[in-house]
């Protein structure tokens, strides 16, 4: 018998050698998702094997560097030898009060990334012979060595930066001539950020960042090959200073404290920068370039701009498209002369993580299809359009989805509940709670099961209210009002009863109407119902817990043929990486950007009349739901 | 009677009042220049009035500046009321064993600056409105800004730095859209470097500077109206670290060294910056401008650029033009968004003081008739050209002409002798020392008087040999070698006799003799002879104290009418200025300096001929020189 020790949840169980890890992981009651049924397709069942020995049949779609580090699909490993210990990440991402780091299995998605010929690095490296001696024309190294690029690369400005300029002399003479020139190409000109005597071209880095109000992910690519060798997440350390956009605004009004939010994210990159490169053997001054992609927000702190106008009328952003800022001036601790690449945003509540997030889907590319996309999370942010339009609004879903606003709410961490089942003939609940211990309150996800599952088994009626007419253990009435009794003080982790109010659950029906209706809305701006959508892209850190069943029972999404729903993770994170990667996911993203048309809901009529009809389960008019229709009916 | 107290030499007179400033300064033996005679034109005889009252009939062209200063023109000035105490600057200049601050009058020729018509600087400031709220295109602020430098300065691409981004959102909102832009234009783009609320377009200021191997001079200017506020000159710090070019280049040949002689140069350039600036009430950030000129050396190590290969054959320099570098990036304390122009340089040894010095010439006009332009000092630089052509040459003249390899040479400093008759009857000299005290050395302007006069009174042979046939009190013979007694021990300042050895002469004329030869092979090169030469540009901190006959008698310049001559003083620091101002000369400079053919002569077959005939007194060929020929006769 192998013992295997499965962690950080730490679940043993001794089983023979041979039996399959994804078995084990049963036999302890460890949860690995297997979406493809164990197929070894999906890439899902990821888990890392950090003592012992197993046997893969395969390794399905992981990229070399996660298999170096152990990482092994459990639906196609073995048990060889223990005693096993075995890293199961997604419980590890969804432990504590903090995040913990992720792996790039949930935040890019790999059939989304560019195609092997569309690899086209903003930076690129190249092999350079510049002649030591030329008698015509400017003699100077530098007048050489801009002749040997534009020989190259065509007419454009050649800029050396004075960093670069300090090294051009020793460099040319150290391999006779030799030399590599990372060169980064804006379009206006051909930036040359780093040279090296003779040929370094086959290493060659580049980060991708994803600089979100409450997440800041990093990404690290080899750039000679475009592979993806670690990405790591953390909390934004500006998450102290206010939870969500406009409190961020707040805080910046003082000079200082806007200096103090730009240090709080920049350290943030920064720590992050260390954690994907260090494991690596990947020294800063090696990555030459970044592409970083945030809410209009987030681009402005991180830049250290004054966001206050951002959330003033008439709504204007110091800027949209970021100029040319190089990791030096922006203080991002990689290669000081690397440019920094920002993801141009639209407007003061659709920023550069959209026009990043939209790479991930058909809405760049020529189809004839309208699209829809929907990026979930405290502010919700909608694009709709195909080869000949495209339209863009922004509504402000508040909390709720992340477990906000709500009496019991809490993150998915430890102790969330974030699977609710609901007993149809007594109302009372069968709750999952991460990480299998006592509950200690209820994140997003589990609001949305909660609710969803009421309403089906006939506890909540369509407006929210809980069902007062036949008794329930769980629904405790007080005069006019009642709660839920999601887990009795006994059970619960925190010493006291885990209730939801019908207040919560209307905060719940306030964001979800919000995204809806404001989708609703800009699709009948443009003459289209959801079902003349082809595809409907869903993004979010939160993307990844959704339920899709349960959005539509919700009205948080329409009500269409499964089938045409895309998750697409952290979309802005993958755009990032492929803008690094691809010049032209650049030029599509810069001409996105350009396209959108920003439609303002603030200042649309029918936008109250949407909100409210989409406050109801799953909608006022039930015509748009058929399937709710025929479920509820059950 | 009234007391007229001459400063700093402490001599002092007491006239009538009425009489004269510039009688009064003969009466007391203080030299005051007046090259025009006392017509008020020149503008040499400038003194500073320290206490006491005199009446001006006229300020001639000074500056508003300098006579707010207290600055008057001895010529003009009658004596009115005393005690007087009148600063004689000339004297000043020369005094101490340092060169103390001189001022414009020295370092500026007013007659060479840019016409009012060329008045267009290379940092412009305009005030713009730029609308709060537009509808079209990029609403952000910095689309609107954008959009509203287009609409003025056509459709280049505006760049605006971190730094100036970080004040456009306040600033717009300040005074209702309108600002004032500090806009740099480079031909590529339009870089905005500043940016105020409201008007602020009286106030602009740029500076000026020269950074010379030995001499570093600074000079502010109001950008509004062209005017130079101030000029200031120090010894640069490097010279601690060695005193030609060469030297400098060997010590910097470790990088740490390399790093000192930026430092240094720097400490020095900003020492100057405040000088000029804090009598001015100018802050550092309000100057958003600078031209830099130097030689190819003080250029690269200014940027910190390796200097070895430029005197390492094929003697490549890592820049000829340096591109466009902010102050922040350079570490000059003005604006840290300032461009920092330098003027081009055109190899090894014929640098930017020497572009910017052609500006001070009809070198860079259209003009047909052939000229000469000769910058004499440790280094000499030589061009010849008219509209057609242009061509250069450098040479190594050694530091003689300063003072040094003389083994009683000095600087032109306190006590240093520059001037030197010599009686043909007995061949003892009358020497003339800097401040009227005990002579302590010889400068490089006494060697050549000297030899000028030995060799015309017939007690120096053309060859440099003293005459030992006749006997004369200050000649001593010793074998095979005879010396010159300058100044007996007893009337020597150091206490010991103050001898010049013909090793010493031969130094001087070897050093005019390489001056010589390349302007005289360069014109060969281009089949004219001096005197075809319209006219004969003398420039050199040196220049001013150089008397055209000894050099002619020496050989140095060729023997050609002396109205043919122009010296045009520090023409590095005058042509900077001129580049400040106008877009215009940045133009013409960046075309000469492309223009410009260089002569490479150490592979010239002809040069050491003609360098040795150059060695002799006046030259080999006497038919070069007639009027020497003519006055040595008698």
């Not at 980064?184 to 991708?208: M, N």
């Not at 003349?532 to 892209?537: G, K």
Request: aromatic share 6%; with cysteine; proline share 6%.
């Amino acid at each position: 018998m192998v013992t295997v020790d499965f962690r950080p949840i730490a679940k043993r169980v001794d089983v023979p050698s041979g039996t399959g890890l994804l078995d084990a992981a049963r036999l302890a009651g460890v949860v690995v998702d297997t979406p493809c049924g164990g197929n070894g397709t999906c890439g899902k069942c990821v888990v890392r094997i950090l003592e012992g020995e197993v046997d893969c049949e395969s390794f399905g779609s992981l990229p070399e560097g996660m298999v170096a580090e152990g990482y092994v699909l459990a639906c196609r490993s073995k048990v060889v030898r223990g005693p096993l210990a075995v890293l199961v990440p997604e419980a590890e991402g969804r432990l504590g009060g903090k995040l913990v780091e992720e792996d790039e299995r949930y935040l890019v998605r790999h059939e989304l990334l560019p195609k092997q010929w569309e690899f086209d690095p903003l930076a690129i490296k190249w092999l350079f012979h510049v002649p030591l001696a030329r008698l015509e024309g400017d003699r100077s190294d530098l007048g050489r060595l801009r002749q040997a690029v534009q020989r190259e690369w065509g007419p454009s400005p050649v800029h050396v930066p004075l960093g670069v300029l300090r090294h051009v002399a020793e460099t040319l003479r150290e391999a006779g001539g030799q030399v590599t020139l990372t060169i980064v190409r804006t379009g206006e000109a051909l930036h040359v950020v780093r040279i090296e005597p003779g040929d370094h071209t086959t290493r060659h880095f580049g980060i991708a960042v994803d600089v979100g109000t409450t997440t800041v992910a990093v990404q690290l690519v080899n750039l000679t090959l475009g592979e993806v060798l670690s990405t790591r997440s953390d909390y934004n350390d500006q998450v102290e200073c206010g939870l969500d956009v406009i409190s961020r605004i707040n805080y910046a009004q003082r000079p200082d404290r806007r200096e103090e939010l730009r240090r709080r994210v920049l350290a943030t990159i920064n720590r992050l920068i260390e954690r994907v490169a260090k494991p690596h053997g990947v020294e800063p001054h090696e990555i030459t370039n970044a592409v970083v992609s945030g809410n209009t927000t987030m681009t402005h702190l991180l830049l250290g701009l004054v966001p206050e106008y951002i959330r003033l009328a008439p709504y204007t952003p110091t800027v949209l498209e970021v100029p040319y800022v190089t990791a030096a001036e922006l203080g991002v601790q990689i290669n000081p002369d690397s440019w920094v690449c920002f993801s141009p945003c639209v407007g003061s509540y659709v920023g550069g993580d959209i026009t990043a997030g939209l790479l991930c889907t058909d809405l760049v590319t020529d189809r004839e299809e309208a699209c829809l996309f929907i990026d979930i999370g405290t502010n919700g942010e909608i694009v709709v359009g195909n080869r000949d339009f495209l339209m863009t609004c922004a509504c402000s879903a508040g909390p709720a989805f992340e477990g906000g606003g709500i009496a019991c709410g809490m993150r998915a961490a430890l102790g969330a509940i974030e699977r609710v089942q609901v007993d149809p003939a007594t109302g009372a609940p069968i709750v999952t709670a991460i990480g299998g211990v006592a509950p200690r309150g209820i994140c997003g996800t589990g609001m949305m099961d909660l609710i969803a599952n009421l309403f089906l088994a006939g506890w909540l009626d369509p407006a929210g209210r809980l069902e007062r007419s036949r008794p329930s253990p769980s629904i405790r009435v007080d005069g006019k009002r009642a709660v839920y009794v999601l887990v009795p003080e006994e059970r619960s982790g925190t010493g006291q009863a885990l209730v939801v109010s019908e207040q919560d659950i209307e905060n719940v029906l306030r964001a979800k109407a919000a995204i809806y209706s404001a989708s609703s809305l800009m699709l009948e701006h443009v003459g289209l119902a959801p079902t003349d959508l082809a595809t409907i892209y869903v993004a979010g850190g939160f993307g990844r817990f959704l339920d899709i069943e349960t959005a539509i029972v919700l009205g948080l999404l329409p009500d269409v043929p499964r089938e045409r729903f895309r998750f697409v993770g952290n979309a802005s994170l993958t755009g990032s990486y492929m803008v690094c990667v691809s010049q032209e996911y650049r030029r599509r993203q810069l001409e996105v950007a350009r396209r959108l048309t920003y439609l303002e809901l603030s200042t649309e009529p029918n936008y109250m009349d949407q909100y409210t009809g989409a406050l109801f389960l799953p909608h006022t008019d039930l015509a748009r739901f058929p399937s709710v229709g025929a479920r509820s009916l059950k």
